[in-house]
């Protein structure tokens, strides 16, 4: 599983306020990603990292900032938090070889 | 624009028969395509990996192909069981350099006793 662990596991916050999910992996994985998850959408990349302070936008970035000051720590930040940011967010990350491994998720919820 | 479909949404089908998932993407220019399982509430479990190169992957009752020249794939689940049922995900990479994946919307499967 890559050693991915993501926290916390969930929270529910209010429109308005900031929020910062953590990713943590524990085999020094240079790419890291985050998505989110919602029904009938599908799974989608919100950023990526492809190593310390080496970041990009993915399909849904709006709303969304990140920062990987560590290899094993990659940030999601909600810097002002909607309803339309109510989903279930997951990170992965890629091994050697290219297979992408996944965290158990953070189920958010914007009120 | 790279769009992944997964035919069909959901299935159900009686404990001990040998089924196939199917997954196709419009851009054959993928390097990879990984198999994904999702219980309900849980994170994406890692099923099989398969290179632009390969042609098939095997891992224990479950058996994916590509065939990146018509943009398709398939994931057939040997002798199913209960403990099989689950939403099955299939996403493809473009390129190494990110592996930026693209997933299709998956196949919810009930297997029943």
């Known amino acids: 599983d890559a050693g991915i662990t993501q926290s916390p596991r969930h929270k529910v916050t209010e429109t308005g306020t900031p929020v910062t999910l953590r990713c943590h992996q524990t085999?020094?994985?240079?790419?890291m990603y985050w998505y989110r998850q919602d029904p009938g959408h599908g799974l989608r990349l919100i950023h990526y990292?492809?190593?310390?302070?080496?970041?990009d936008k993915g399909e849904v970035s709006d709303g969304y900032s990140v920062s990987r000051s560590k290899t094993e720590d990659f940030l999601l930040t909600l810097e002002s938090a909607t309803s339309s940011q109510t989903s279930v967010y997951f990170c992965?990350?890629?091994?050697?070889?290219?297979?992408?491994?996944f965290g158990p998720g953070t189920r958010l919820t914007v009120l | 624009k790279q769009e992944v479909t997964q035919i069909p949404a959901a299935l159900s089908v009686p404990e001990g028969e040998n089924l196939v998932l199917n997954c196709s993407f419009t851009?054959?220019?993928?390097?990879?395509l990984q198999w994904f399982r999702q219980d309900p509430g849980k994170g994406l479990t890692s099923l099989l990996l398969?290179?632009?190169?390969?042609r098939e992957q095997t891992s224990g009752r479950l058996n994916a192909s590509l065939d990146k020249s018509s943009g398709r794939s398939t994931l057939y689940i040997a002798a199913s069981q209960p403990g099989d049922s689950a939403t099955y995900l299939c996403?493809?990479?473009?390129?190494?350099?990110?592996?930026?994946?693209?997933f299709g919307g998956g196949t919810r499967l009930m297997v029943k006793p």
């Open positions: 992965a990350a890629n091994t050697y070889y290219n297979e992408q491994f």
């Open positions: 085999e020094n994985h240079r790419y």
């Open positions: 990292s492809y190593g310390v302070k080496d970041t």
């Open positions: 851009d054959s220019a993928i390097y990879n």
């Open positions: 398969i290179q632009s190169s390969q």
């Open positions: 996403a493809v990479s473009p390129d190494n350099a990110g592996n930026m994946l693209t």
